[in-house]
C-alpha cells in the first residue's frame, strides 16, 4: 500500500495557522466569559437558545438542534438537560415519530436570552467587529464560508430543513409555514 506523503505547511503558512488558532481561542473565550460572568452561562447554551428562538414555534428536533448548534447529540443532551432544569427549554415527543424529541424554548427560557443579548452582542462587537475595517469583515465572511463549505457534508444544510418525521415542512400543507430567522 503506497503511503501519501505528507503536504507541510510552509513558514508562512504556519504563522497563519497559528494566529488563526489563536485569534479563535481568544476570541471565543472573552465571548464566553462574558456570558458566564453577566449571564450564568455558557456560550454553547446561549447558542442553543438563539437557534431555538429562531426556529418555528420556537422548537427544533433534537438531531436538528445538535446540527444547528455544531454540537455532538451527546453534548447537546447534557446541555439541555440543564437548560430544562433551569426551565428554559422542554423536551417533548415528536408527535410524528416516537423516536424523536423535540426541545422547545419556553417564555422563561426566552427572557434569558433577551437579558443575555445586549451585553453578549456588545462583546461580539469589541472583540470582533471594532477591530476590522468593512472590507475586512467582508473577507472574513468569505473565508469561514469557504472554511465551512469544505468542512461540512453537502446534505447538511438541506437535512436542516427536515421535519420531525423527516420530511421537508414546505412540500407539507402546514399552517403559517416556517418562521423568518430572526437576527441574534
Do not use: N
Amino acid at each position: 500500500m503506497e503511503q501519501k506523503q505528507a503536504r507541510w505547511l510552509s513558514a508562512e503558512e504556519q504563522q497563519t495557522w497559528r494566529a488563526f488558532l489563536t485569534a479563535c481561542h481568544s476570541l471565543l473565550g472573552a465571548v464566553d466569559g462574558q456570558l458566564q460572568r453577566d449571564a450564568g452561562f455558557p456560550h454553547g447554551y446561549y447558542e442553543i437558545l438563539v437557534r431555538l428562538s429562531e426556529a418555528p414555534d420556537r422548537a427544533l428536533r433534537m438531531s436538528q438542534l445538535a446540527e444547528a448548534s455544531t454540537s455532538s447529540k451527546s453534548r447537546l443532551s447534557h446541555a439541555v438537560a440543564r437548560l430544562e432544569e433551569r426551565g428554559w427549554v422542554e423536551r417533548l415527543s415528536c408527535p410524528t415519530d416516537r423516536r424523536g424529541l423535540i426541545a422547545r424554548l419556553t417564555d422563561q427560557g426566552f427572557a434569558a436570552l433577551e437579558a443575555a443579548a445586549p451585553a453578549h452582542v456588545e462583546q461580539v462587537r469589541r472583540a470582533l467587529f471594532d477591530q476590522l475595517s468593512p472590507g475586512q469583515v467582508a473577507q472574513l465572511r468569505e473565508i469561514s464560508e469557504a472554511i465551512e463549505h469544505a468542512a461540512e457534508p453537502a446534505c447538511r444544510a438541506a437535512a436542516a430543513d427536515l421535519d420531525c418525521d423527516g420530511t421537508d415542512p414546505l412540500e407539507q400543507d402546514v399552517p403559517g409555514g416556517k418562521a423568518p430567522s430572526a437576527a441574534s
